[in-house]
């Protein structure tokens, strides 16, 4: 008989396809009434496959009493309730490291982006200014190689923008709590310090109650007026009306954003501003590389119920 793997949300259609071949899987999102499916059927679950965005919660895992293990899609932890998993000996698999280039890549066109205005010169071109007469010529924007990057959060994602901001001749300093043993780059203890230096600042921390807010209104105001933000961790990391605030009054000189506080709302008074870029979660959205994940999901599930053994098992 097949295990049995309850799937919280829809997936790839490779992923889900892949799953539905080795196991007997029923798709959560899709039962007219999911709790009262978990309470009759939950017991029936021996699998269950989430991801950073949906996670999973010790009420979830109260209704899956025999489950052994938990398959997540995505690197991000801040959803998935660790110690509750931990207390009930549940493993758990996230797919790290198979993003890496492309997170990566996103924050360098946010950052590419915001300081040489690609998307509002954009807007320029398609809304006529360039060709109508005696309008003004498209504003001047900033450089990016060889100005100063300052990364909050130095993991392996952090890394990965380092080396590739290397290649712009950036000067770069990162600030995590302790230095990183072997990072050819300076540290910086102190994040109003490094916001002050840098003239580019990438966001790129685990998110969670730890993190929450680190970037906040006095590290927007050390950033100033020639500023600028990156985010491409989680909304939480930023103090999201601190930040609405110092864009609208122009305190700093302007955003590039992947995520926010209440995904998928964004605040409205950012949409008029031209020099913030918004963007819906999508750094590790690639055909490559959202494969890789999926693969990684199937592989950490398949290998934990086969030998007990996962690729990548979430740190507990
Ligand atoms: C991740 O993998 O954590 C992405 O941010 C998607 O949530």
Not at 22 to 38: I, M, N, S
Not at 51 to 64: E, I, K, W
Not at 108 to 115: E, N, P, R, V
Not at 175 to 187: C, E, I, M
Request: contains cysteine.
């Amino acid at each position: 008989m097949k295990t049995r793997i309850l799937q919280a949300g829809r997936l790839l259609p490779s992923l889900e396809a892949r799953l539905a071949a080795a196991f007997d899987t029923v798709l959560l999102a899709e039962q007219p009434d999911p709790q009262a499916y978990l309470a009759e059927y939950g017991a029936g679950f021996e699998g269950f496959v989430t991801s950073a965005g949906v996670g999973f919660t010790a009420a979830t895992l109260d209704r899956l009493p025999r489950l052994r293990v938990i398959s997540s899609f995505g690197v991000g932890l801040d959803k998935l309730d660790l110690a509750a998993a931990r207390a009930r000996g549940i493993a758990v698999g996230y797919t790290p490291d198979v993003l890496n280039d492309c997170v990566a890549d996103l924050a360098m066109a946010l950052l590419l982006d915001i300081g040489r205005r690609v998307s509002e010169a954009d807007r320029f071109v398609r809304r006529g200014a360039w060709t109508t007469p005696g309008a003004k010529s498209f504003p001047l924007a900033r450089k990016v190689s060889g100005a100063k990057l300052g990364i909050v959060g130095f993991g392996r994602i952090g890394q990965t923008i380092a080396r590739r901001a290397a290649g712009f001749g950036m000067d770069i300093r990162y600030h995590t709590r302790r230095p990183v043993a072997g990072a050819p780059w300076l540290h910086e203890p102190a994040l109003v310090e490094l916001a002050r230096w840098c003239d580019y600042l990438v966001v790129i921390t685990a998110g969670g109650a730890g993190t929450r807010h680190l970037v906040n209104a006095e590290v927007l105001e050390a950033l100033g007026p020639r500023g600028f933000v990156v985010n491409v961790a989680r909304g939480s990391v930023i103090d999201e009306a601190a930040l609405v605030q110092a864009l609208v009054e122009r305190r700093i000189g302007g955003a590039g954003l992947d995520v926010f506080e209440d995904e998928p709302n964004v605040p409205r008074a950012l949409f008029d501003l031209d020099n913030v870029v918004l963007v819906p979660h999508i750094a590790s959205g690639t055909e490559e590389t959202r494969q890789a994940m999926a693969d990684r999901v199937f592989d950490n599930l398949q290998g934990f119920l086969r030998d007990g053994r996962m690729i990548s098992p979430a740190p507990m």
